[in-house]
């Protein structure tokens, strides 16, 4: 069997995967859903906010070609 919490094309569910509903447990994407885990998630977010403002790189930064742009543009007085 398996759990899954995360799907390709959420919130739809492949039929394939409905198939075999005796074997799997399908989840609405609950993983993140404990106290623990948004209250890290929501310091995460603080300390990106704020080292972006302090024109560090933030620890989890996803979209990278777009931030090298504005980091370089912030360093050389530009705006972009």
Do not use: I, W
Request: aromatic share 2%.
């Amino acid at each position: 069997g398996a759990g899954l919490d995360v799907y390709e094309r959420e919130p739809e569910v492949d039929a394939q995967l409905l198939e075999l509903r005796d074997r799997v447990v399908l989840l609405p994407h609950l993983g993140s859903a404990t106290g623990t885990t948004r209250r890290e998630m929501c310091r995460m977010a603080a300390r990106n906010v704020r080292d972006a403002l302090l024109g560090k790189r933030p620890e989890t930064l996803v979209n990278t070609e777009v931030a090298d742009r504005l980091f370089a543009a912030a360093q050389t007085g530009r705006s972009s």
